[in-house]
């Protein structure tokens, strides 16, 4: 059966990418495409599931239309607020999406070396994530930053929540032990860097993750609108899709 694929934010830099993937994937129809004003409702009846890279704005309307009319989502978007999080998660009791802030495969593999590292340097090497994108983006930090903060953190029995340094400025006086430090450059057309350092004394990890191409991305949004099309319900990380949990 041919998957009719809906494309939230067509126009945008990840909707191009998008177009191009479906244009070329066997059993894929782009079925419809939108973006900021259009009737999403009528445009996400005519598709099995819908990709989403928008702005979290964007993708909250397109996820109340999806449960209401009872289709899949892939959500790329980033930089959402918790109590959009929480309205995501109880959306999944009713229909099956993917979210994730990076979809690359090569992000989640990096991820997983992440948690390794913290896992295994423990508190007394420093965890500070560094990251880079294109000066068109919103957001700060980006998603995978932040992902990649939380498996750190999480690696060794802390939360973000408790222990991230978001900002240093001035007379900061020195680390405190047990932070997750982030810091972000924004500049020309970089796609998205990231760096997780690990700085001990004597010496310092440091776990880079650099992409070349949105195509990348899109790949993975496309694996995960298939992996879609065998659920109900449910909320699906880019791990669940590439079965590494
Ligand atoms: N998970 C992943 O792997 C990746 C995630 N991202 C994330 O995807 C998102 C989009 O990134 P990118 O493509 O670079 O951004 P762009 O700004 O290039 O594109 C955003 C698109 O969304 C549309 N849009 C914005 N707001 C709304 C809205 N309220 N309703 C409907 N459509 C809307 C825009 O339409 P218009 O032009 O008309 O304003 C535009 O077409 C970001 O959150 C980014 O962080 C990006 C890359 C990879
Ligand atoms: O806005 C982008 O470009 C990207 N956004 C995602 C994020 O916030 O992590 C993924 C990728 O880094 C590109």
Known sequence: MTLKVGIAGANGRMGQALRAAVGAAEGMALAATFDVGDDYE????RCNVIIDFTRPEGTMAHLAACRAAKKKIVIGT??????????????????A???APNMSVGVVVTAKLVEMASRSLGPDYDVEVFEM????????PSGT??????????????????DAVHARHGTTGERKAGTIGFSTARGGDVVGDHTVFFAGVGERIEI???S???????????????FLAG???????????????
């Open 97 to 99: 999406i993917v979210k």
């Open 145 to 162: 930053a932040l992902m990649l903060g939380e498996v750190a953190a999480k690696a060794r029995g802390t939360t973000l929540e408790k």
């Open 78 to 95: 980033t930089g959402f607020a918790p109590e959009d999080l929480a309205k995501i998660q109880a959306a999944a009791t009713e229909i």
């Open 42 to 45: 009528s445009a996400i009846a």
């Open 212 to 226: 070349n191409s949105r195509a990348t991305y899109a790949q993975g949004a496309l694996r995960a609108a298939r």
């Open 133 to 140: 994108h294109h000066k068109l983006k919103v957001d700060a």
């Open 231 to 245: 659920r109900t319900h449910g909320l699906y990380s880019m791990e669940d899709v590439l079965g590494l949990v």
């Open 208 to 210: 880079t993750h650099r």
